[in-house]
């Protein structure tokens, strides 16, 4: 499996396929096999790059240089150039698109085009923002993810009408219980706080080129609704895209439509 040394830390990623590359980057206590439909295709036409975010999947804890989710577009730009890859379209959900458009912002010669999935460019609203951190403090104190926080955070990630028995739920909560106090503690609360208390930057987003970007949401998304969706496709002047019968990880529970809106953006920006 492939690795790279960033900030003294052992970053993992996948790497496959041939062609203009893509660059997909996954949400918050996901590896990247949470895109394994969209890898599958489209690495028939594209280089794809998937990376896990640190403490996630094989990589490693979190590097103790990390602040700020601009901290984490910066390792991911090393990852880039530790590839030789000049330029990406960057396809990012939750978090991925939290840090990725900070990554267009910072670099946009680096990109050939931007997908946000299930995302949002304000900061947390100060109510969720409250409860997340208090989540992610028991989580800490207790050093795992016991039973009745599993049955709090799993829906979130859901659709409401998602079977709690079929094999995605049930993997995904069965994920969550597995990680080791050491991960727990090290990467994934300190990613999660700095997820949670990240800046604003919708005022910048009208420096994005609405041309080459597009914003989708699972039409069912619970923490990242379809109207912040909308807000930030006005901001950018660019299209949107509900995908039907989702919520937050969209790349899953519809694959097949996430899938073909992706093929249909890429063919696009390489016609």
Known sequence: MPFVTIDGQSLHYIDQGAGPAVLLAGSYLWDQTMWAPQITALSQLYRVIA????????????????????????????????????????????????????????????????????????????ATRH??????????????????????????????????????YQGFRASLAALPSDRLRSSIVPLGRITFGRDDVRARLCSLDPLSTLVMCGEEDQPRPPEETREMARLIGCPSVLVPQAGHISSLENASFVTEALLRFLAQRQS
């Open 51 to 126: 990376l896990d975010l640190w403490g996630h999947g094989d990589s490693g804890p979190l590097p103790q240089k990390t602040a700020s989710l601009d901290d984490v577009a910066r390792q991911a730009l090393a990852l880039l150039d530790h590839l030789a890859l000049e330029r990406v379209t960057l396809v990012g959900l939750s978090v991925g698109g939290m840090w990725g458009v900070r990554l267009v912002l910072s670099a946009p010669q680096r990109v050939n085009g931007l997908v946000l999935m299930d995302t949002y460019a304000g900061a947390e609203p100060e």
């Open 131 to 168: 409860y997340y951190f208090a989540l992610l403090q028991h989580i800490f104190d207790a050093g795992e993810i016991a039973p009745h926080l599993l049955d709090i955070i799993v829906p979130i990630f859901f659709r409401p009408g998602i079977d709690p028995q079929s094999a995605l």
